[in-house]
C-alpha cells in the first residue's frame, strides 16, 4: 500500500505548529519575502547564483524547524515529470540557451538530438529551480496557518481595491485552493486504495513507465473531480449556513501589524534579490 501514500508525500498546504523566527513573521512579510526570492530565483541562469538561492532557500526551512527530508518529500510524487522535462530539455534545447560565462560546444549530436554543454546547464538550472521553489512555497505554508495567509493577502491586495479589484474573495479563493491540495491527495489515496481492493491493477510495475501510469491516473479523473466539486458544493453551503459575505464592507477580527522583525526580514531579501539580479551577469559560470 506503500504506492498509494501520497498524502505523506505533499508538503503544500500542510501546517506544521512551531515557534520558529519564520512561524513569527507576519504573514505578509512571509509573502513578500517568497516573491522577492522567485524574482531573485528567475532572473538567475548561472551554477553559481542557483546554488547560492538553494543554499539560502535550505537556510530558511532549517531557520523555520522544517525537517529538511519532509521538505524534499514534495518532490517524490513530481519525480517522474521532471526526469522527462530534464531529458527534453538536454537532447532538443541545444541551440536554444546560450550558457552563463561561457561558449556554446557541442558535446553530442545525432539527427535532431543536440546536447551542448548550454542544454546541460539549463537542466541542472531547471532542477536547483524546482527545488528551490519547492521549499519556498512549503516553507510558506508550513509556517502559516490557512486564516494566516488569508489575511496577508487580503491585506496586500486591499489597495488595489480602489480600482475595483476585490481583494478579499481573491485572497480566500487563493488560500482555499492551496488547502484544498492536500484534501485532493487524500482523496487520491482512497480512490486508488477502493479500486485496488475491487481488484484494479494499480501501482504495479516501475514508477517510469508513463503509459501504463497515464490510462492508470485516466480511470482516476472521474471520481476525483467528482470529489472535488462535491466538497466544494459542501464548502458553499456551509458558508452561506453561516451567513458569509464577502466585499468591501466586512469588518475584521484580526488586525495585522508589522514589526520591525517583519521590516527587516523584507529588506534584507530585498537587498539579496537586488544584488542577484544585478550582478547575474558578473558570476562566472
Known sequence: ME????????????????????HRLDPR????????????????TSYTANVLLLLISLWFVLLAGVPVGYA??????????IVVLALLQLFFYGDQFV?????SQTWFRWGIIHITNGSFQLVVVSTLRFLQLMFLASLL?????????????????????RLGLPAHELSLVGT?????????????????????????????GSKFQFVQTTRMMASLVVPLFVD???????????????CYVGGKNRSHLISLRLSQTDFAAMALTLVFAVVM???NGAFPV
Open 228 to 242: 472535488a466539486l462535491r466538497r466544494g458544493e459542501d464548502l458553499i453551503l456551509a458558508m452561506e449556513a453561516r
Open 176 to 204: 482555499i485552493a492551496m488547502r484544498f491540495v492536500p484534501i485532493l491527495a487524500e482523496q487520491l489515496e482512497i480512490v486508488m486504495k477502493a479500486q485496488a481492493s475491487r481488484g484494479a491493477n494499480l501501482g504495479q
Open 277 to 279: 539580479v544585478a550582478y
Open 141 to 161: 505554508t508550513n509556517t502559516s496557518t490557512i486564516t494566516e495567509l488569508t489575511h496577508g493577502m487580503e491585506e496586500m491586495l486591499r489597495p488595489f481595491a
Open 72 to 81: 524534499l518529500r514534495g518532490i517524490k510524487p513530481a519525480l517522474p515529470l
Open 99 to 103: 550558457p552563463t560565462g561561457m561558449a
Open 3 to 22: 504506492d498509494f501514500e501520497f498524502l505523506r508525500n505533499i508538503t503544500i498546504g500542510q501546517y506544521l505548529p512551531g515557534n520558529s523566527l519564520v
Open 29 to 44: 512579510a512571509k509573502i513578500t519575502v517568497m516573491i522577492l526570492m522567485v524574482i531573485a530565483i528567475t532572473f538567475n
